[in-house]
């Protein structure tokens, strides 16, 4: 369904610009970017990063096996992204720089990847099975950008701040050896608004009049993210014996690959 979106969505663009492309003259001349603009954005955006879990010392006196559940593959996450941006260009001959202001929604499922740790004590023998998501809900974008125009096209290189606010959720069963359910399950969770940094490129060309089309790559780096509360249900006995059981996102980076078009209306 996503994807149709997108492809619908990529489609308008793109024969909008086709039909403006047609009444366009043939131009040579140097094209002007200087000034306010506004536009919007549609694109899709892939990421892969998952929660972690913490077994800690869960065994009075035992040393913590702090690398037991780390490094699992996590799913690539893949998502509708849309928005809109404004901006403001500087230009002096063919050079021209400015800074640009997106806000963009995140449209995207909950997708989970399950794996299975069979450990040795400490922890308790059994099997381990996870399941997590790291869900935003939304970004902006604050990043200069500086290019070099040619004719009526304009590529440009960026880099700046992105801000994302989300949650990340995440359980983990326990099935002792021979038994065919858990017999304990943990659960934690946090809302998160995270700072991080884009890199990227992109290309602007200008159609006749004030109108343009953009398309455009970010790399997207959020940083580490942060302990959640664990809950734990099971006997009072079993809980104690994993006190310090828990959810830890802590060792993993937020990244994504984002890529958009779009349409700009310079003023």
């Known amino acids: 369904m996503k994807l149709k979106t997108l492809s619908?969505?990529?489609?308008?663009?793109?024969?909008?610009?086709?039909?403006?492309?047609?009444?366009?003259?043939?131009?040579?001349?140097q094209q002007s970017w200087e000034g306010f603009y506004v536009g919007a954005n549609v694109g899709a955006a892939w990421s892969n990063t998952c929660n972690t879990w913490e077994p800690g010392n869960v065994?009075?006196?035992?040393?913590?096996?702090?690398?037991?559940?780390?490094?699992?593959?996590?799913?690539?996450?893949?998502?509708?992204?849309?928005?809109?941006?404004?901006?403001?260009?500087?230009?002096?001959?063919?050079i021209v720089w400015g800074l640009d202001f997106d806000?963009?929604?995140?449209?995207?499922?909950?997708?989970?990847?399950?794996?299975?740790?069979t450990g040795a004590t400490p922890p308790p023998n059994g099997t381990y099975t996870f399941n997590g998501n790291v869900s935003?809900?939304?970004?902006?974008?604050?990043?200069?950008?500086?290019?070099?125009?040619?004719?009526?096209?304009?590529?440009?290189?960026?880099?700046?701040?992105?801000i994302a606010g989300g949650s990340?959720?995440?359980?983990?069963?326990?099935?002792?050896?021979?038994?065919?359910?858990?017999?304990?399950?943990?659960?934690?969770?946090k809302n998160f608004t995270s700072t991080g940094w884009i890199v990227g490129v992109g290309a602007e060309y200008g159609l006749k009049g004030p109108w343009s089309l953009k398309a455009e790559y970010l790399y997207a780096n959020l940083g580490k993210g942060t302990n959640?509360?664990?809950?734990?249900?099971?006997?009072?006995?079993?809980?104690?014996?994993?006190?310090?059981?828990?959810?830890?996102?802590?060792?993993?980076?937020?990244?994504?690959n984002l890529f958009r078009v779009g349409f700009n209306y310079r003023f």
Do not use: M
Request: one cysteine or more.
């Open 136 to 162: 935003p809900s939304g970004f902006g974008l604050i990043h200069p950008r500086i290019g070099y125009t040619i004719d009526q096209w304009l590529p440009y290189f960026t880099a700046g701040t992105i």
């Open 59 to 94: 065994i009075k006196g035992t040393a913590p096996l702090a690398n037991a559940f780390y490094n699992r593959n996590c799913p690539n996450d893949s998502a509708f992204i849309g928005g809109l941006q404004f901006g403001y260009n500087f230009q002096v001959d063919r």
């Open 228 to 256: 959640s509360t664990t809950s734990c249900t099971a006997s009072a006995s079993v809980c104690a014996a994993y006190s310090n059981f828990s959810l830890d996102n802590i060792h993993n980076s937020f990244t994504a």
């Open 168 to 189: 990340h959720t995440s359980t983990a069963a326990f099935t002792p050896v021979g038994a065919s359910a858990p017999t304990a399950v943990f659960s934690g969770g």
């Open 103 to 117: 806000y963009d929604g995140w449209a995207t499922n909950n997708h989970n990847r399950s794996y299975t740790y």
């Open 8 to 29: 619908t969505a990529i489609f308008a663009l793109t024969a909008a610009g086709a039909t403006a492309l047609a009444e366009d003259s043939a131009g040579t001349g």
